[in-house]
């Protein structure tokens, strides 16, 4: 029989004690002998089907020799980032789900892992439910990754979906979304874009090789979009969608940010939508291959976690191939980047520079798509017209 324990019986964690008893004959057929939750960390004991397995005492895990691997589901940094290196220190591997933790501590996790012959693995921090890094670093280990861009988040894209078909406003789908459990009851670290930018980070850490700090990463979210815009879009081919995107860049730079985006109806990615999530990645040898399934819940989240734990148990060697410099440097801004850009303005004539735009709509305000420009010939554009609105489009 082999031990795990859990640090946080919440959603995820309480998934993960339910996926391990579900799965009990396939996951004993992959390991040769069963599997078993044996301790679960909690703040505080409480009433609950799984009290049994509950301890209010880190140590009894930490010097539990029983216990082979981890799977942390606390979430944030501050009592996470500790209890990690405390397991990962006394020769555990640990598994995680927490994407702020691997973006702005994984490359450190990662080397102790390293120097105490463990693993650290984190399929779960960006997919959810989704294999996106197994693939990357490994099925496409034979290309250069030169672009990675989807959408990350599956609260915005559920707003955003219903703001397309039922022509709701951003704060009617927010409050619904909120009813259904999709939304926190502080929605900040969905719709302004910080949940979907610490997963492109942990994605061009990968890709890439390099640390992405994701501080250094712009990161709009979708409380600006206007129900106009939405409409707009729609009846000239085109789906709003927050993005996440990392690119490869001349001389050995790379850039990453979040931001909303016109996407062709007859771009894959225009159809993914309510919860549901979706990465694309751009190899030199296999072009665009996408990911695409639930990126987030209960038992689509647990899924990836005990995933990991079976990969960790199988294999009992490090994973080379999981990690990256933590040389932060050759991070480029992505307003160097050319894109066209849409715009919606307050005048029903635009100057003569702009008479090679492509004009949507005109009245008394004018939406129209520019030639490519760069993000900061888009920023002295918006400065000199009267904007409403505006956002790159995805070619």
Not at 299 to 311: G, H, K, N, R
Not at 320 to 334: L, M, R, V
Request: hydrophobic share 40%; glycine share 10%; net charge negative.
């Amino acid at each position: 029989m082999i031990k795990i324990a859990i640090l946080g019986l919440g959603t995820v964690g309480t998934g993960v004690v339910k996926v391990v008893e579900a799965n009990t004959a396939p996951i004993q057929h992959k390991l040769g002998q069963p599997l078993s939750v044996k301790t679960a960390l909690v703040r505080k004991l409480r009433a609950d089907p799984y009290q049994h397995l509950m301890t209010e005492n880190f140590r009894e895990i930490e010097h539990d020799g029983e216990i082979r691997v981890v799977v942390e589901t606390i979430g944030g940094v501050e009592a996470a980032y500790e209890y990690t290196r405390r397991c990962l220190m006394a020769g555990k591997h640990v598994v995680t789900a927490n994407k702020q933790l691997v973006a702005e501590h994984g490359c450190e996790l990662l080397d102790l892992a390293r120097k105490n012959h463990v693993n650290y693995l984190f399929e779960a921090s960006v997919g959810g439910g989704i294999p996106v890094l197994h693939p990357l670093t490994q099925c496409m280990a034979a290309n250069r990754v030169d672009e990675i861009y989807g959408i990350l988040n599956g609260t915005t894209n559920f707003i955003l979906t219903k703001m397309v078909k039922e022509g709701a406003s951003f704060a009617e789908v927010l409050k619904l979304a909120q009813e259904k459990g999709y939304a926190e009851a502080d929605p900040t670290a969905d719709v302004e874009g910080i949940d979907a930018g610490r997963k492109i980070c942990i994605l061009a850490d990968l890709a890439f090789g390099h640390q992405v700090d994701p501080a250094q990463v712009p990161m709009e979210g979708i409380t600006g979009i206007d129900l106009k815009d939405v409409e707009i879009a729609g009846r000239h081919g085109y789906r709003i969608k927050l993005l996440g995107r990392c690119l490869r860049l001349e001389g050995g730079r790379r850039t990453a940010y979040v931001a909303p985006h016109l996407i062709s109806e007859e771009n894959p990615m225009s159809d993914v939508n309510d919860v549901f999530n979706a990465v694309v990645v751009r190899g030199n040898a296999t072009g665009e291959v996408m990911f695409y399934g639930k990126g987030a819940g209960e038992l689509p989240t647990a899924s990836a976690c005990v995933a990991d734990v079976i990969e960790c148990l199988q294999e009992e060697r490090h994973r080379p191939e999981i990690g990256w410099s933590a040389d932060t440097g050759g991070f480029a801004s992505p307003l160097t980047l050319k894109n066209r850009w849409y715009f919606r303005v307050g005048t029903d004539t635009l100057p003569e520079a702009l008479h090679s735009a492509k004009v949507l709509e005109q009245d008394t305000e004018t939406a129209f798509i520019t030639p490519p420009i760069t993000g900061t010939d888009a920023e002295r554009l918006a400065a000199y017209l009267p904007t409403l609105a505006k956002m790159r489009v995805l070619d």
